[in-house]
């Protein structure tokens, strides 16, 4: 029992990560049709970021948390002005493939800068481990959930309570009747954009307590995102989550109990059993 516990916990944490990913994925779906490839990306930045801070500093990470969402977010609009507004009048094709190029653009860019050196985080004033029952808690975990757990409740407040989140949402279900009622859909766009790299911020400030850093540090939870999506289902933010804590709690049980080296098998068994019988996702429709 002690090891189904535990694995759950080191799955529940994982999975907030994969989920902060697919959220912004999600997101960026919803609203443009635009499959984010750069998420990823935007994670390893604002792991960098985070890392510069703590080292100069000598503060925990949790202190760059609003500086590694204000400037993602701020990067997010950039990108959104100069690069996406103008995909989005080309062909189909362009708009899918833009963000691909730019996470190549962003991962070279990094390596020519700062070299392909693993970085670590040395002190973020949460070493050492906790234990609670037949659970034994790593310090370094607690406050990356903590932000996971925050970043959800805020976005689903802001989707759900405020007029700019319903104004997102009516542009993500049909932007020309969006646009009859008054909505600014262009100011929709680019706030989802931002948005969606803001909350990659946090993802990226949160995974540098306890993974190191370094460019290309994105790729997999790049995957994991898109994954966790399509599980959730396209454009839903809330499936986005789920499909994130399923793809945590799999492949956390799938290593503790089989093999660690069956961990994504484990996740792509669940992943084809899901559309099987979900084709459009859990949260997809029928």
Sequence with gaps: MSTLLQALYEGLINGTIYALIAMGIALVWGVMGILSFSQG???????????FFSTATGLPPIVALPLCMGILFVLGLLIYKTIIYKALQGPTLSQRLITFALSLVLVNGMLMFFGGTFKTIQKTGMEGSLNVGPLVIAKNRIIPFLIAVCVFAFMLWFLNKTRQGKAIRATSMDKTAAEHVGINTERSYSLAF???AAIAGAAGCALSYYYYCYPSVGGNFQLFGFIAVVMGGFGSVEGAIVGGLIMGLVDSLTGVYFNTAFKYLGVCVIFMLILQFKPKGLFGGK
């Design 194 to 196: 931002g948005l969606s």
């Design 41 to 51: 990306e935007f994670l390893m930045i604002a792991m960098f970021v985070a890392y």
